[in-house]
């Protein structure tokens, strides 16, 4: 059987058999946490197929360009446990990665972190190609007969199509406008002190705990 039958037949079973099947993990540093990762995880989930969404928190920090402030796994976990999951669906996790990597980290939780019986998907945005990508070969690497295939573990492709962009942005980054939200854009933000263009990194849910997140983020 090769990967699209085989996982055809995945998800058939899924949705015939039940809903609420898939655990979705999330593999990264987020250094930190923006719109286009809370979007992510908010499709998934408030899908009826998913039944736990983890993220799986890398700990290497990450320094803004002038080295003015350093975001670290701390900073990370409390914007993300105490901002933007009470806005998101209760199934959401924060959960130490298995492997400072992300990629590695993903393998790591299938070989040796999932339960026998569970489906996993890595999560992607089909509107990211490379992201897509990498979560299809996540697949076809794991399916029964390929290389990484455990016994007892059923990993699917299972993509979202969301995708968060600037908008709103002023000065001299409103170029920025209209492209994908970036991490390190969000960091310049945070080292410039500058709440106008930090507020375009984060959730619309959250935008009234601008000043908070700020702080958390650059202390000084």
Request: hydrophobic share 40%; proline share 5%; net charge negative.
């Given at each position: 059987m090769n990967f699209l039958e085989t996982y055809n037949s995945i998800m058939g079973n899924l949705i015939l058999e039940s809903r609420n099947q898939l655990v979705a993990i999330f593999p990264g540093g987020f250094k930190p946490p923006h719109k286009g990762h809370y979007e992510?995880?908010?499709?998934?989930?408030?899908d009826p197929m998913i039944s736990e969404v983890k993220?799986?928190?890398g700990p290497k920090t990450r320094k803004d360009s002038r080295n003015k402030v350093t975001i670290t796994e701390n900073m990370s976990?409390?914007?993300?446990?105490?901002?933007?999951?009470?806005?998101?669906?209760?199934?959401?996790?924060v959960d130490d990665a298995p492997d400072p990597v992300p990629v590695r980290a993903s393998?790591?939780?299938v070989q040796e972190i999932a339960p026998?019986?569970?489906?996993?998907t890595l999560m992607s945005s089909i509107k990211d190609v490379d992201?897509?990508?990498?979560?299809?070969?996540?697949?076809?690497?794991?399916?029964?007969?390929?290389?990484?295939?455990r016994?007892?573990?059923?990993v699917v492709y299972y993509p979202k199509d969301t995708v968060a962009r600037y908008e709103n942005r002023v000065g001299e980054t409103d170029s920025m406008n209209g492209k994908s939200i970036s991490a390190s854009m969000m960091r310049e933000d945070i080292a410039n002190r500058d709440l106008v263009n930090f507020v375009t990194n984060l959730p619309t849910e959250v935008h009234n705990y601008a000043d908070n997140i700020l702080n958390i983020l650059n202390p000084n």
């Open positions: 992510l995880v908010k499709a998934y989930a408030s993220i799986l928190l976990r409390e914007i993300w446990e105490n901002y933007y999951i009470p806005t998101l669906p209760g199934n959401v996790v393998y790591v939780y026998e019986g569970e489906f996993i992201d897509a990508k990498r979560s299809k070969e996540f697949a076809e690497k794991h399916a029964p007969g390929a290389k990484y295939y016994e007892g573990v059923q």
